[in-house]
């Protein structure tokens, strides 16, 4: 069974950083595509950052420059440094992650985390 774990949440003042983590566990044989979502209140969900296994990256345009994504891939760890925060951020953060198991060692399957929360105070 895999697990994605977020962590890294919480309060921050307008113009602040976060970072938050998102650890990959279980019978893992590879982890292809990974990335960032978020759901503000009363919002869908939207795409925030991606990044493939080899490291290339792609940003919406509203964390351009602000936000960075990264990824251990001996960890099996992604990242998402968070700089410049605004109101407008606050939301409750997700990662997914294309991984291949045992079971599935071919054609990954998509897993998310349960999400973290991120509040920025004006």
């Known amino acids: 069974q895999v697990q994605l774990v977020e962590s890294g949440g919480g309060l921050v003042q307008a113009g602040g950083s976060l970072r938050l983590s998102c650890a990959a566990s279980?019978?893992?044989?590879?982890?292809?595509?990974m990335g960032w979502h978020r759901q503000a209140p009363g919002k869908q969900r939207e795409l925030v950052a991606t990044?493939?296994?080899?490291?290339?990256?792609n940003y919406a345009d509203s964390v351009k420059g602000r936000f960075t994504i990264s990824r251990d891939n001996v960890k099996n760890t992604l990242y998402l440094q968070m700089n410049s925060l605004e109101p407008v951020d606050t939301a409750v953060y997700y990662c997914?992650?294309?991984?291949?198991?045992?079971?599935?060692?071919?054609?990954?399957?998509?897993?998310w985390g349960q999400g973290t929360l991120v509040t920025v105070s004006s």
């Open positions: 997914n992650a294309v991984i291949r198991t045992p079971t599935r060692s071919y054609v990954g399957e998509d897993y």
């Open positions: 990044i493939t296994r080899g490291g290339t990256s």
């Open positions: 279980g019978s893992i044989i590879g982890i292809d595509a």
